[in-house]
């Protein structure tokens, strides 16, 4: 974790159409208290930066070898080896290598340099309708920045969406709620053992908090991550929709799994505890977005 007054972010995002309404910027904060066996941004789960890399971009020149001030890098069978206890995350062995096969991940941002790239974006929100939306990993796992920048946002005028899994005190999404327009809200599993089975922790604080927020009067845009033979089944989904009618969401996002970054857990040299998974088919993702719609829920299959 950083200072109060900095974040570590993995990605500012432009451009994006698919994390809220209209045109938005993305900021990707490190850091996230679930680890979803199908997470497609593993190199935000920790809040530590890390080294990327590409061993099919690398001309094994030894350059990261020669630079690296704490001998993190060496030789071993032909292929480079690595000791993450020893890495400093200096990114030296980045900068040396001409085949851009070594990436540092993470970057610090105060909340004014994050401001200054939110800001060029502005003629674009006031055209669409968008804003900033805070993702990551789980932007609330930096939550003193997120209320400092959130807060400037709004002052601002910039709106403000926050994706997240919702595993967070709920004192710290009231912290928060007089400056975000939008809350995209994860439900993965409704099942708690579930849930712990495929996430790392179950989902109890997760639903309470859903609950409270929607007390609350916050604006909530329900967003299901769908895994075919983890939660595609009508039990999983009937259950999402008897709560979300119970709470009168109306806003749902259908997400079919997608495997865009399943080889950043090779580049991370991290085994995956589970790679057979497959989204559901085009013809059972129109079955469930029917059985929202006869519910009078908006359903949008992809982000918005």
């Known amino acids: ?85 020893l890495c400093l995350r200096c990114g030296r062995c ?59 946002c709004r002052k601002r005028g910039i709106s403000v969406a926050v994706d997240t899994c919702g595993a967070a005190p709920f004192g710290d999404f009231e912290r928060i709620m007089p400056y975000v327009e939008r809350f995209l809200y994860d439900v993965k599993v409704m099942d708690p053992a579930l849930h712990r089975r495929y996430t790392g922790r179950d989902n ?27 939660n595609a089944d009508d039990a999983n989904i009937g259950a999402v929709i008897e709560l979300a009618a119970q709470l009168h969401i109306r806003d749902v996002n259908l997400l079919p799994y997608h495997k865009i970054g399943q080889d950043k857990y090779a580049r991370l040299r991290r085994r995956r505890r589970q790679t057979e998974m497959a989204a559901p088919s085009q013809a059972r993702m129109d079955q469930i977005r029917t059985m929202f719609e006869e519910r009078g829920f908006c359903v949008r299959i992809g982000g918005s």
């Open 94 to 152: 980045a900068e040396a290598c001409v085949n851009n096969a070594r990436e540092i991940v993470g970057v610090e941002y105060t909340i004014g340099e994050l401001l200054d790239e939110i800001e060029r974006d502005r003629p674009f929100y006031d055209q669409s309708g968008g804003g900033v939306t805070l993702s990551g990993g789980e932007a609330m796992s930096q939550i003193e920045f997120v209320a400092e920048l959130a807060a400037a």
């Open 1 to 85: 974790m950083t200072a109060r007054n900095k974040a570590i972010i993995f990605n500012v995002q432009k451009f994006c159409v698919h994390d809220g309404p209209g045109i938005r910027t993305t900021v990707f904060f490190k850091g996230c208290p679930l680890h979803c066996l199908w997470c497609h941004n593993p190199e935000g789960q920790t809040h530590a930066k890390q080294l990327l890399w590409n061993h099919e971009k690398c001309m094994l020149c030894g350059r990261c070898i020669e630079i690296c001030p704490a001998h993190a890098i060496g030789r071993s069978d032909g292929t480079l080896s690595y000791d993450a206890r």
């Open 204 to 230: 109890r604080q997760i639903l309470d908090n859903l609950r409270r927020l929607a007390a609350d009067g916050a604006n909530v845009n329900l967003r299901l991550p769908l895994i075919e033979g983890v």
